[in-house]
Structure formats: C-alpha cells, structure tokens
C-alpha cells in the first residue's frame, strides 16, 4: 500500500479525534463530558458555552473533515481512498484519541484509561461530502434547517439530512455502478452511523423528552 496513504489514514484519525471546543471548554475549566449531554458536538458546546463557541465548534468539525479529503484529492487518489479517508476521519470524530489512552497503550501499567465521547460525526461527515458530492450537501443543509426550524430538534434535522444526502446520492444516474459505487456506499454508512449515534435522542424524541435547541443568543 502506498506510505502516503498510510500517512494521510494517521493524518485523518488523529484530525478527527481533535475537538477545538473540547479546547476551549477546558481552558475555561469546563470537562464538556460531564455537562450537557457528554459529547463533543458543536449542539452540545452551543448549549453549555454559548452559541459562539457552539459555531466555531461546527466550523471546525466541517473543515476537519474537508481537509484530509481534499488533501488526498489533490494528490490523486481514486475516489476508493478518498471515501477510505473519509471514514476514517469521520471515526476520529465518533471515537476519538486521548492522551491518556495512548500512555497506556505504552504502559501497561498505568490506570485504564476513560474513552473519550466523541460527536455524532455529522458535521464532520458533512465536511467530507462537501469534497465528494457538494450538491447533496447543499440539498441537506436546506433540509437541515427547515426541520432544525420547525422541531427545534437538531437530533431530528440531522438524521434527515443524512437520509438527504443519501437520497440526493442513489437519484443520480446509476449510483451503484464503478464511478460512483464508493461515495453511494459511503453516504449509506454515514447514514447508519447518523442513525445509531442518535438512537438514545429517537427515544427520547418518540417519549417528548429531548431537549430543544434555543435560537436566542443566550452565552457568548
């Protein structure tokens, strides 16, 4: 296998595993997994931290996952390592590194290490559409805040713009043949992982207790 790929797999994960506003949060002597719902996501930021801190938190999920992607675009490679690349990245996100959990992969010694809760990759996955198939994002990121403004579910407007985008991307002209079987199957595991990630807010939505995102300024 070619070391730049290698290289640009490693690159991925650990850009993945990176949260600027888990950075943020501890600078300000914040543990964001003990507060709101636990996780790294730019919905969570905005609720604890404000509505600034919750965009530059989204920005920078997007942007992680554009980066690799394009990066290992404009070396050349098939659409199959692209769509590797983006999977990877995507993961980091979902599960991501700690340093903690990498001492002790070194010493075995140390106490276990706590995993990290990661996000729910869909920022960090619309980033990675952005480079594969733009159209489907800019289709989704429509249905996004039309759901987004009409529940005030993001949980809901996020499982339908995953179910967008693999939608936008099975209408093209024969989705599943050679030139554009990668990103089709891509987008089908991006949705399932969508949908899994967010099965505990299904509950809660289908019970009426998931909470509601707040459009006033509030923190920032």
């Known amino acids: 296998m070619n070391n730049t790929f290698i290289y640009l797999l490693i690159f991925s994960y650990v850009i ?26 730019a ?12 965009l530059l938190s989204l920005f920078c999920d997007v942007l992680k996952g554009i980066a690799p992607v394009w990066l290992a675009y404009s070396l050349g490679f098939s659409d199959w390592f692209l769509v590797g690349i ?7 996100h979902l599960y991501p590194l700690s340093w903690s959990w ?21 920022a960090t996955a619309a980033g990675v559409f ?13 249905i ?11 949980s809901a407007a996020s499982i339908m ?5 693999f939608t936008v991307q099975i209408a093209r002209t024969e989705p599943w043949n ?21 099965r505990s807010n299904i509950s809660r939505i289908l019970a009426g207790t998931e909470n509601k995102i707040s459009f006033s300024k509030g923190k920032g």
């Open 144 to 154: 996004f805040l039309l759901v987004a403004g009409i529940s005030r579910y993001v």
């Open 130 to 142: 952005i480079v594969l198939n733009i159209q489907a994002i800019g289709i989704a990121v429509l």
């Open 178 to 198: 050679s030139v554009n079987l990668p990103i089709t199957i891509l987008s089908l595991i991006i949705l399932i992982a969508v949908v899994f990630k967010h």
């Open 161 to 165: 713009a995953a179910i967008t985008v």
């Open 16 to 41: 993945g595993s990176v949260s600027v506003g888990d950075i943020i949060a501890r600078k300000k002597g914040i543990d964001i997994s003990r507060v709101g719902s636990g996780n790294r996501g």
């Open 86 to 92: 983006g999977s990877v990245v995507v993961a980091g």
């Open 102 to 122: 990498l001492k002790r992969i070194f010493n075995k010694s140390l106490p276990r290490a706590k995993r990290i809760k990661g996000g729910k990759g869909v």
């Open 43 to 54: 919905t969570n930021f905005w609720r604890v931290m404000g509505w600034k801190i919750g």
